[in-house]
């Protein structure tokens, strides 16, 4: 085992779980270096000062609100459930975008949510489902489970489980269905309240910021006449502002501009209607803007 040294940050990150790997990929594309491995449960940068910490995702919310771990990447959801008051989400992180939904077997016959009256709900968020069962009007029995909710509806020891939907795969491979949406989640980066403006913490969260916007923009350039320019700065506003260089042709200049992944094909079609020509999509790896 790695000790933990003081003076090092300490980042929590999900041990196992549909966040485990993406997390891990964000942190290496920032250029930190450190060793996975199964069942460790700290990994020191070799070329930062921070220390990685491997948790339970549903327990990363309360160790950064302590104050033991400065910082942590995890659920919102976990957020609302474990209710803590001293931390900052400090970054929304582009990925495990999930819904939290009450869940039945295929076959149920209820259409609304009170025809749960009276049944079991299986749950790892015993917070969240009773407020919501509560404010329904609805009297559940909830049981609190650490994980594999399905099964307890397979064994019908529960009649229907509040869980969290990415891909819905789970759901299916156990032979459910979502009878009713809660709410809506994101997996975001925190950071205790004291920590979160110092500047060792501000630069880890300017690294993954660089690279996150790199995965949503890539850069177009193209030659433009003058005269169409305007128009030209409507379709690619830029994230900031474009960048116009002076051509050796007096008419014409060049624009280099940061444009979303998802607009690029469309952009590209609307420049070349307004007459751009040279127009290329370079992909960017990181940015600092
Ligand atoms: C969640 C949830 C489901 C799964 C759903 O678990 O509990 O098991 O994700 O994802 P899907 O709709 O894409 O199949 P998670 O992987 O977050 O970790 P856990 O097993 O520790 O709860």
Do not use: H
């Not at 930190?32 to 921070?50: E, G, I, P, Q």
């Not at 300017?206 to 850069?219: D, P, T, V």
Request: hydrophobic share 45%; with cysteine; charged share 30%.
């Amino acid at each position: 085992m790695i000790p933990l040294q003081e003076k090092m940050i300490k980042l929590a990150i999900p041990n196992k779980g549909r966040l485990k790997d993406p997390t891990i990929n964000l942190l290496k594309k920032a250029g930190y270096n450190f060793r996975v491995k199964d069942r460790l449960l700290y990994s020191t940068c070799t070329n930062a000062d921070l220390q990685i910490i491997f948790l339970r995702t549903d327990d990363i919310p309360i160790l950064v609100d302590s104050g033991v771990i400065d910082m942590g990447i995890t659920g919102s959801d976990l957020l609302v459930e474990r209710n803590v008051t001293r931390v900052d989400e400090v970054l929304p992180l582009n990925f495990g975008r999930c819904r939290l939904c009450v869940a039945v077997k295929e076959d149920f016959q209820g259409k609304d949510i009170k025809d749960l009256d009276g049944k079991i709900i299986a749950t790892s968020f015993p917070v969240i489902t009773k407020k919501y069962f509560d404010e329904a009007g609805v009297s559940i029995t909830c049981i609190e489970m650490g994980g594999a909710l399905e099964i307890m509806v397979g064994l019908r020891l529960a009649d229907a489980i509040v869980d969290i939907v990415e891909t819905g795969d789970t759901l299916r491979d156990n032979k459910l269905v979502v009878f009713k949406e809660i709410n809506s989640y994101q997996t975001v980066m925190i950071a205790n309240k004291k920590v979160s403006a110092s500047p060792e913490v501000q630069k880890i969260i300017r690294r993954l910021q660089g690279i996150l916007i790199a995965e949503e923009y890539s850069l177009l350039e193209y030659n433009i006449k003058r005269e169409a320019l305007k128009q030209a700065e409507a379709i690619t506003p830029g994230f900031e502002a474009p960048t116009i260089s002076e051509l050796d042709e007096p008419d014409w200049v060049s624009v280099k501009v940061m444009v979303r992944k998802k607009e690029v094909a469309n952009d590209m079609d609307r420049l070349e209607a307004i007459g751009a020509t040279a127009i290329l999509e370079t992909e960017i790896i990181n940015c600092r803007l």
